[in-house]
């Protein structure tokens, strides 16, 4: 019996190495049902075009065996993304496209939310503000000023959120220039644009992805950049002009900055692997062909940062919105 008994164990433990030599020796964590991409803004707007494009390239390129859907939640301003990221603790099939709404709005708002609250992953892109208004407006920005002043009631300036980016740019511009702006916020930068040809309103302050079809079709006239230099793509986009050829609002005389966050959040509470698949993942994203090109097209500032580096920089970031909104007025009280 002794025998006997040894011999299935030296047979077992041959049969268990044999299975250990066929078997990796890390299975690393991926998503096992298809991954939710959540965007904080309506349809047709740039992080809805950002969601869709991530979601082009992870599945031309192979990125990832499940399908990531885009999701839309821009109810309440993105209150409604935001409370549903936070409520969706240790989920880790639902990813977060961010920008500075998550900063301002819990300021403005007074929504029960923090960035903190949920897991950062990857900043993956700067977005810029451009001064629009329509083709048969103003030709400058100094033009536009003298005409904003003249005006017999404020400009109408469109943007995609009270007491935000938009509405924030527009207070600035105020009180730089002592025109008048009344801010009318909609749904999505699309809408702005739209709103803008139609001379519904005489300005607004879009991204440059979200006024592109309509600045090529020559219905828009990009005035300045609120940036310290140029958009560094010299491609031709109209017939007459690139990015690069758009100057800065500083060098027309109106003294004004800003740069929007483009991050990726999960929930809070998943797993330090879990983590880490996303950000391998984002970092293949900005490596395609996609991403690059959409770098160009959509005039966006190109970066790539994780771990500590992306926590310093929330907080850096954090610390200069919530500056803007109170020289702004905007913090609740």
């Not at 409604?80 to 409520?87: C, Q, V």
């Not at 993956?124 to 904003?148: C, Y």
Request: charged letters at 25%.
């Amino acid at each position: 019996m002794g025998k006997k008994l040894v011999g299935q164990i030296l047979k077992a433990a041959a049969a268990l190495t044999a299975l250990i030599a066929t078997t990796p020796a890390f299975a690393a964590w991926e998503p096992t049902k298809p991954v939710e991409i959540v965007v904080a803004a309506g349809a047709g707007g740039a992080s809805d075009q950002m969601a869709r494009m991530m979601q082009a390239a992870i599945q031309k390129n192979n990125l990832m065996k499940q399908p990531m859907v885009v999701s839309l939640k821009g109810g309440a301003s993105g209150a409604e993304a935001l409370m549903y990221m936070k409520s969706s603790e240790g989920d880790p099939n639902k990813v977060l496209v961010a920008y500075s709404l998550i900063y301002m709005l819990p300021l403005s708002a007074k929504i029960p939310f923090n960035w903190r609250d949920l897991t950062p992953v990857s900043v993956v892109a700067l977005d810029q503000f451009v001064l629009w208004d329509n083709a048969d407006g103003p030709k400058t920005v100094k033009d536009f000023i003298a005409a904003a002043k003249a005006a017999s009631s404020p400009f109408k300036m469109g943007g995609t959120g009270s007491k935000r980016e938009d509405h924030v740019l527009t207070v600035f511009m105020e009180q730089k220039t002592g025109a008048k702006f009344s801010y009318l916020p909609y749904k999505s930068g699309g809408e702005a644009a739209t709103q803008l040809v139609g001379k519904h309103t005489e300005a607004n302050v879009n991204n440059p992805s979200e006024n592109l079809e309509v600045w090529r079709a020559g219905q828009v006239r990009a005035l300045c950049v609120f940036d310290k230099e140029r958009i560094s793509y010299k491609t031709k986009v109209t017939e007459t002009q690139s990015w690069n050829d758009v100057p800065t609002c500083k060098e027309e005389g109106l003294d004004v900055q800003y740069l929007m966050l483009r991050a990726m959040f999960l929930p809070g509470k998943v797993t330090p692997e879990q983590q880490a698949f996303y950000v391998d993942l984002f970092q293949k994203v900005t490596q395609t062909p996609e991403y690059k090109d959409y770098m160009e097209k959509q005039a966006l500032k190109p970066i790539f940062l994780t771990g500590k580096d992306m926590l310093k920089f929330l907080e850096e970031d954090d610390k200069l919105n919530a500056s803007l909104m109170k020289e702004a007025g905007f913090v609740a009280k």
